[in-house]
């Protein structure tokens, strides 16, 4: 919806005076306070502040709906940390597995040659280390040198490092000579340390996946965003953590994205939480498309909330749907993920997106088209 139709319809909607001032706000690309964004998540009408967050969205990319190529490889699933919600750990899962390096190369070799993008993260190994890693990316890097790496959450670099002995800026020099191109957005969860303290006690602080953001974005090493929603958490958790992310864009401008991950509740020690409805995933996507002025994408990962609420998304703010994936994650499908089989090919994902009446955009990593469907 423009602007001007956004302005026409709150003339003529019996809507409470709060929620009037803030959307004139957005309308006006002001920037809201956390009171403000607090107000959206407690008593903001749904349908408004979905088509408020399509302003925002359509301001910045229009009726475009991004994907990608691409695949994930998980080197291992043993971890040293034991955060209550995942269900994808050896311990949690009852099942062990760890590649080795020639079958994670062998993973490289099969995808199509197309792929554009690779995506590494995992469970944090005791064992495997700065040079076990790095060798990894430079090996593939000689396989397929035009293949973007994303790896590595800051969690996973934070053990990394410290058990290697270096800095965080020196491990990082040394990842991406070794072929790194950016890091992905897990291990944030949550930046509330009370909150952080109850869901993984045991793992870097807020603090320090922060500090291994901004060293990256230094570095000129790109990143994503993640939040996760919808455990113990209350909205005002929520916006602190979105506005700690936007005083960390405002000085490097070095994330990509933002992608909200819905907690899902199967095999794990927050189970009997349950998960949040639909209306709430909305919600959660709109706000942050509002709240994240200085973000420019905002991304529904659609093997977590399954296919059908990825489409509806797109009517509230999110204008990314990750990729093609290629059964190649476990991170979801453990913790009951809607979606078992994680599978959809580029036909798919450009029709999902057709329906949803956006326009579908083949990206590379730094958001630059590669085809328009
Ligand atoms: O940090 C683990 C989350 C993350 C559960 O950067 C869970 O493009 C919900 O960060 N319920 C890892 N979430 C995955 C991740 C990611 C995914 C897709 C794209 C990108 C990107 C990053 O998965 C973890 C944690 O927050 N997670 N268990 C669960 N039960
Ligand atoms: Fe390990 Fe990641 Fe699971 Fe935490 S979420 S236990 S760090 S695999």
């Not at 009037?20 to 349908?47: C, H, M, S, W």
């Not at 359509?58 to 040293?80: D, L, V, Y």
């Not at 554009?116 to 280390?129: F, S």
């Not at 994650?329 to 057709?354: E, F, H, M, W």
Request: proline letters at 3%; glycine letters at 8%; charged letters at 25%.
């Amino acid at each position: 919806m423009s602007k001007e139709g956004y302005k026409t319809l709150l003339e003529g909607a019996d809507i409470q005076p709060g929620f009037r001032e803030i959307a004139e706000k957005v309308i006006d690309q002001k920037r809201l306070t956390p009171e403000e964004g607090l107000y959206l998540f407690e008593k903001a009408n749904l349908a408004l502040l979905g088509s408020l967050a399509n302003v925002v969205k359509e301001r910045k990319h229009g009726k475009k709906a991004f994907f990608i190529r691409n695949f994930h490889i998980e080197p291992t699933n043993i971890c040293i940390y034991n955060c209550k919600f995942c269900s994808y750990a050896h311990h949690k899962s009852g099942e062990t597995w760890e590649f080795s390096m020639d079958e994670m190369l062998e993973k490289v070799n099969a995808a199509p040659e197309d792929m554009c993008e690779l995506h590494i993260t995992g469970g944090v190994h005791p064992k495997l280390d700065l040079g076990f890693f790095s060798t990894l990316l430079q090996k593939i890097r000689e396989l397929r040198p035009g293949l973007h790496m994303k790896a590595y959450s800051a969690i996973e670099l934070d053990y990394m490092f410290e058990e290697a002995g270096v800095s965080i800026e020196k491990g990082l020099k040394i990842l991406k000579d070794s072929g790194l191109d950016s890091i992905p957005g897990g291990g944030a969860e949550i930046f509330d340390t009370e909150i952080r303290e109850q869901i993984c006690d045991d793992k870097a602080f807020g603090k320090k996946w922060l500090e291994v953001h901004e060293v990256a974005h230094g570095l000129g090493i790109g990143s994503n965003a993640t939040i996760l929603y919808g455990h113990i958490e209350n909205y005002a958790h929520r916006i602190h953590h979105l506005e700690t992310l936007r005083q960390l864009q405002d000085r490097t401008g070095g994330f990509n994205t933002f992608i909200p991950l819905k907690f899902k509740s199967a095999n794990n020690e927050m189970s009997h939480l349950g998960e949040v409805n639909a209306i709430e995933d909305m919600r959660n996507y709109a706000v942050s498309r509002i709240y994240l002025d200085n973000f420019p994408h905002i991304k529904a990962y659609w093997p977590m909330i399954g296919k059908q609420m990825s489409q509806l998304s797109l009517s509230f703010g999110v204008d990314d749907l990750d990729g093609t994936i290629n059964d190649s994650t476990q991170i979801y499908s453990l913790a009951g993920a809607d979606d078992k089989n994680p599978i959809i090919n580029t036909d798919g994902l450009v029709k999902l997106i057709k329906d949803a009446g956006c326009r579908p955009v083949g990206r590379d990593s730094w958001y630059r088209e590669v085809r328009v469907y």
